[in-house]
């Protein structure tokens, strides 16, 4: 099944004890969350995928309810909530007293399907609009209503780059970073999208470059790590075009110009600036760790110890004011909308962020000549 990071993400919302987990589990086909009439049973988000005819796999999201009066409902609602930037449209079951949570959901300018909850309940009262769900023949409903607001157009890593059947190089190196066994997402995702599209791929690491270029013709992109993307523009720059992996998915994922305009304004750096280097992977951090390490050094290096830096991973993402700059990995862990939320809320707070590979091009001076 397609990675859920390329999914639609649809949370399920609403007041506790009002069906998050009975509509969640219709939805489903199966007990994936636990029901009981015990209020706040709900505590960490729950989360599965599932075929929807019209839309491919979809991701669903039950939550903890609101109103919980549980010893551990702040958290549970910070949790909650925390799920709210993941979400390409919300679900909300009905209670009464919901305008207040309603409005909340609003200002994240996602669409809202309401559902009236009467698979486990008697619902004598009117709410108007709304999804009347009776049974689980109901969820064609739920369907019909996400595939009329949800954007079902593929996510592409390579669109507007090359054509169907041109040759890729893709440059990996396997250094203390690469992870053992497997290939990073970013690097998984570039191939089977080549392989779909019927491109030739050829995949080779740092150390044979020029071996590569001299021994194969038609060469149209190479892709590479961003750690290595100097080394590989001084091969390729003159013959085709060139970009990393992390600008594939910065796009993909976010807001690329956005990202390049942030970057420009490290020309304004005296040396004593706050930078915010957020990570999405939750994997510990290495000796030779890209976004810990390399980015730090290559930014002192320009500008000097003075520079101040903090590290995140995963959703801590609470707490951006004060920042100079935020740099952000490529993202191939999150889905677009959770990448967004971040990018709005910077733009909100008028703070400048860009990601891993379109730092290192800027500092490597070739930002101008990157492909994307």
Do not use: W
């Not at 995949?203 to 100097?230: A, P």
């Not at 952000?328 to 677009?336: L, V």
């Amino acid at each position: 099944m397609m990675a859920r990071s390329l999914q639609k993400h649809v949370v399920i919302v609403g007041r506790v004890n009002a069906g998050k987990s009975t509509l969640f589990n219709s939805i489903m086909g199966s007990d994936a969350a636990i029901v009981s009439e015990e209020r706040g049973t709900t505590t960490d988000a729950v989360r599965k995928s599932i075929e929807v005819p019209g839309l491919g796999p979809v991701v669903f999201i039950d939550t903890a309810g609101f109103d919980d009066d549980t010893a551990l409902s702040a958290e549970r609602l910070k949790k909650t909530r925390a799920e709210f930037n993941k979400a390409d449209a919300f679900i909300y079951t009905l209670d009464n007293g919901d305008e207040a949570i309603l409005s909340e959901l609003a200002k994240y300018n996602k669409p809202i399907i309401k559902v009236i909850m009467a698979i486990d309940r008697d619902v004598s009262y009117d709410y108007g609009e709304g999804v009347l769900y009776k049974d689980d023949s109901s969820r064609e409903e739920i369907f019909s209503a996400l595939k009329k607001v949800l954007n079902t157009e593929e996510e592409s890593l390579l669109a507007g780059l090359v054509d169907r059947g041109a040759t890729i190089v893709m440059v990996m190196p396997q250094d203390a970073a690469a992870p053992k066994g497997r290939l990073i997402k970013a690097q998984v995702e570039a191939i089977r999208e080549a392989l779909e599209k019927g491109m030739t791929s050829i995949v080779v690491g740092d150390e044979r470059l020029e071996e590569v270029r001299d021994r194969f013709t038609g060469i149209d992109l190479v892709i590479c790590d961003s750690r290595v993307f100097k080394k590989v523009y001084d091969v390729f720059g003159d013959t085709c075009k060139v970009t990393s992996f992390s600008v594939l998915f910065s796009k993909m994922k976010g807001d690329i110009d956005y990202f390049i305009e942030s970057a420009k304004k490290f020309d304004n750096f005296k040396g004593d600036e706050k930078v915010l280097i957020a990570e999405a992977c939750t994997h510990p951090p290495l000796n030779e760790d890209i976004g810990t390490v390399k980015i730090p050094a290559m930014l002192k290096k320009r500008f000097g110890d003075g520079l101040e830096f903090t590290f995140t991973r995963a959703d801590d993402f609470d707490d951006i004011e004060g920042y100079d700059m935020i740099i952000h990995c490529g993202g191939c862990m999150f889905n677009r909308a959770h990448v967004m939320s971040r990018v709005e809320e910077a733009k909100r707070k008028g703070i400048a962020m860009t990601n891993y590979g379109v730092t290192i091009a800027y500092l490597q001076n070739i930002l101008d000549r990157i492909s994307r």
